[in-house]
């Protein structure tokens, strides 16, 4: 889910469903952390529509560990001017290509490093998981040529549904509760692809950029959570936000084409929960944005750029399910509101 739920832990046996749903529209573009002001002016900036839909199914096996599945859907649209061929300068409208379908399968167990307990109000938990190559890495549409022709090839990198790769998924998760109405919250996931191109063609005309890469991505969030009125079942959250796509995988080669880059947002969400149900929404605003030197720029001696969206918005829902079996004298721990993220599957730089 995107946003925040209620306690932490799932009791033996109990499910989680919680589906989330992001959106985002990437149209600034950045080369580093200087801003290209000139793609807006000249109206020849390229503009990304994503909506992502995240289902995820949690079972707790014991008290301490539990799985959960994760199904992201995706839903895109790209547009980018069509120029002119030189010299002419100008450009003839815009080409839009579309893209949509299941992501990347994941597969997540989580482990509570202390026993919940004992720990109501603090703990810190570790998830490990596999993400299969479910989701489509070649989807094509037609491309119209400044000639008047129209070519069919893949669509772009940032709106394909998957990425062509095994990955392994690393997951840090922890909370505090202070002064009873306050918890402090962090979590930090780094998503691990060790292949190195998927060899779906890109048609960019850079031969160190034929291929599309399979880049590792990261996550970080951490914040405060404040029940506001916890009769009524509301809190607010502030935190602080940070994504993107190294320039260079931890295991493995880097090459082909990738957009590395960061973005940086200040994060403020609101969750309302209600009986077993609760409910989230946040939208993270960008504060600073860089689109780092990518392996194939580097041997180009070149140095790409990559649009941004300036926020995010991000609604969560999530309930809860009694198992088939609840083990005698189990009270549930008290219910710090916990903000939690979605899991990585959208790069910030498209």
């Known amino acids: 889910m995107l946003g925040g739920q209620g306690s932490p832990y799932l009791q033996p046996t109990e499910f989680q469903f919680s589906f989330g749903y992001r959106w985002q529209y990437s149209d600034r573009h ?18 990304n529509d994503i909506n992502l839909l995240d289902f995820n199914l949690s079972f707790a096996l014991t008290e301490r560990f539990s799985a959960s599945v994760n199904l992201p859907v995706l839903i895109a649209e790209r547009s980018q001017a069509i120029r002119n061929p030189a010299p002419t300068p100008g450009f003839l409208g815009r080409n839009e290509t579309h893209a949509q379908g299941i992501g990347d399968f994941s597969l997540l167990g989580s ?27 070649d989807v094509s549409d037609n491309f119209r040529q400044s000639d008047g022709t129209i070519a069919h090839r893949t669509v772009d990198q940032s709106i394909q549904p998957g990425d062509g790769g095994y990955g392994a998924i690393f997951d840090l998760r922890a909370f505090k509760l202070i002064f009873e109405r306050f918890t402090l919250y962090g979590q930090g996931i780094y998503l691990l692809n060790p292949q190195n191109t998927n060899n779906v063609p890109t048609f960019r005309s850079r ?14 969030r951490a914040g405060v959570n404040v029940l506001v009125f916890p009769e009524q079942g509301w809190s607010f959250s502030i ?7 190294p320039v260079r995988d931890l295991i493995g080669d880097s090459d082909g084409f990738r957009r590395p880059g960061i973005a940086v947002s200040v994060e403020p969400g609101i969750n309302y929960a209600v009986g077993r149900n609760v409910f989230s929404f946040s939208v993270p605003v960008a504060v600073y944005r860089n689109r780092w030197i990518s392996v194939s720029d580097r041997r180009d001696g070149r140095h790409g750029d990559a649009a941004f969206a300036d926020f995010l918005i991000l609604f969560g829902y999530s309930v809860r399910f009694d198992g088939w079996s609840k083990p005698a004298g189990t009270e549930k721990a008290p219910e710090p509101q916990l903000p939690v993220s979605p899991p990585v599957g959208t790069a910030p730089s498209q």
């Open 239 to 245: 935190g602080g936000r940070v994504e993107g796509v």
């Open 111 to 137: 482990f509570w490093i202390f026993e919940p307990a004992a720990h109501p109000d603090q703990n810190i938990a570790f998830g490990l998981g596999v993400k299969f190559p479910t989701g489509e890495d």
């Open 30 to 47: 950045f080369t580093g952390d200087h801003e290209d002001k000139n793609r807006r002016h000249e109206h020849s900036e390229v503009i």
């Open 207 to 220: 031969a160190s950029e034929a291929e599309m890469s399979i880049s590792d991505q990261f996550l970080g």
